[in-house]
């Protein structure tokens, strides 16, 4: 005699309706924090009864201050000021100087290709030539500023 299996009723991508599986977020290609808020459902507030769907007695939330955790990865005030002085004093790097160079005169793609080349990955490359344009752009609306006094 076979065994009846149940499951739960299939939706998209062989999830269960309703419910996204973190597996099924990669495959649409979302963040990771994206995946997590698929994979759960806002929290229904507490009914005061011991029984349903909503059971569990009423409560209200204390409000409390961020952790200092919670800023990971935010550079401080302290620190960007430390970096653009040093920038100032030593200037650009000479691989830097040459994206820039390349940037000029619009050629992007080489320009990223060298970056990628010395520090490694596509992501770092991207960012430091975008980075690179952006000090162009503020070297060229100082000049125009410049021109116009």
């Known amino acids: 005699m076979k065994r009846k299996l149940h499951f739960w009723p299939k939706g998209l991508l062989g999830a269960p309706l309703g419910f996204f599986t973190a597996?099924?977020?990669?495959?649409?290609?979302?963040?990771?924090?994206?995946?997590?808020?698929l994979e759960m459902a806002p929290p229904q507030p507490n009914s005061g009864l011991f029984v349903?769907?909503?059971?569990?007695?009423?409560?209200t939330k204390r409000e409390i201050p961020p952790r200092p955790s919670s800023r990971k990865g935010k550079t401080s005030k302290r620190v960007l000021m430390?970096?653009?002085?040093?920038?100032?004093?030593?200037?650009?790097?000479?691989?830097e100087k040459r994206i820039t160079e390349l940037l000029k005169v619009g050629k992007d793609k080489r320009a990223l290709k060298v970056a990628k080349r010395k520090l490694g990955t596509h992501k770092?490359?991207?960012?430091?030539?975008?980075?690179?344009?952006?000090?162009?752009?503020?070297?060229?609306?100082?000049?125009?500023?410049e021109k116009k006094k």
Not at 25 to 35: D, F, G, K, T, Y
Not at 52 to 59: A, M, P, S
């Open 23 to 37: 597996s099924a977020a990669r495959v649409l290609s979302l963040s990771h924090r994206e995946e997590s808020a």
């Open 52 to 59: 349903g769907l909503n059971k569990g007695h009423i409560v």
């Open 82 to 95: 430390v970096r653009s002085l040093i920038r100032e004093v030593a200037g650009f790097a000479p691989y």
């Open 124 to 145: 770092r490359a991207k960012k430091k030539r975008e980075e690179m344009a952006n000090v162009l752009r503020k070297m060229r609306s100082a000049g125009v500023s």
